[in-house]
Nanobody, 122 residues
């Protein structure tokens, strides 16, 4: 069993900041990569940022719409990934989901969290 639990969402004014967390728990052997996705009402779910868990460092990538404003990072020891969001805009309003490719023993699987609401409004 694997659980991905997001936290840190909320209501913030335009220009403000939030930090989201995604904590993975369970009998996890290793994590290959984690992505943050978001889905606004009436829109498709989109990838916001992703990070790999390579032993030599890993890599990150971002959607063009958030480059320079969002930063994804990880804590290997805690199996936690963060998404620091700054200079938030009303169009960043969405439910933010965590997604992970990870191993339970020898089995590789893909898992989703339940989502956390981010609302950017004055």
């Amino acid at each position: 069993q694997v659980q991905l639990v997001e936290s840190g969402g909320g209501l913030v004014q335009p220009g403000g900041s939030l930090k989201l967390s995604c904590a993975a728990s369970g009998s996890i052997s290793s994590i290959n990569a984690v992505g943050w996705y978001r889905q606004a009402p009436g829109k498709q779910r989109e990838l916001v940022a992703a990070i790999t868990f390579g032993t030599s460092g890993g890599s990150t990538n971002y959607a063009d719409s958030v480059k320079g404003r969002f930063t994804i990072s990880r804590d290997n020891a805690e199996n936690t990934v963060y998404l620091e969001m700054s200079s938030l805009k009303p169009e960043d309003t969405a439910i933010y989901y965590c997604n992970a490719d990870l191993r339970l023993g020898l089995s590789l699987g893909n898992y989703w969290g339940q989502g956390t609401q981010v609302t950017v409004s004055s």
